[in-house]
Nanobody, 122 residues
Framework: QVQLVESGGGLVQAGESLRLSCAAS????????MAWYRQAPGKQRDLVASITRSGGTTNYADSVKGRFTISRDNAKNTVYLQMNSLKPEDTAVYYCNRVLDSVQLISTRIYWGQGTQVTVST
């Protein structure tokens, strides 16, 4: 059974940093590239960053390039998101999951964890 537990969010001021963690159970982690997504109020869930199974390749949304870093620890079944120089527009609920295509991203059949709230104040 798949389980995703995100943590590490909080309320910070612009320019500060947070490190998010996502602990995964089940076979979702071992066989998949993983990603972080975020959903701001009233908006769709968007891809923030992804990382291949080996960790050798990462990709980022343009809005977070140079500020966020995704990493994973396969021994711990955990994926991380280091977020630096946070901006108010980064405010959202952050979720992790395997890499999903555009159809899967909006599907009600995809399991999601509870997410972790990140709020960046000015």
């Amino acid at each position: 059974q798949v389980q995703l537990v995100e943590s590490g969010g909080g309320l910070v001021q612009a320019g500060e940093s947070l490190r998010l963690s996502c602990a995964a159970s089940g076979n979702i982690f071992s066989f998949n590239a993983m990603a972080w997504y975020r959903q701001a109020p009233g908006k769709q869930r968007d891809l923030v960053a992804s990382i291949t199974r080996s960790g050798g390749t990462t990709n980022y949304a343009d809005s977070v390039k140079g500020r966020f870093t995704i990493s994973r620890d396969n021994a711990k079944n955990t994926v991380y998101l280091q977020m630096n120089s946070l901006k108010p527009e980064d405010t959202a609920v952050y979720y992790c999951n395997r890499v999903l295509d555009s159809v899967q991203l909006i599907s009600t059949r995809i399991y999601w964890g509870q997410g972790t709230q990140v709020t960046v104040s000015t």
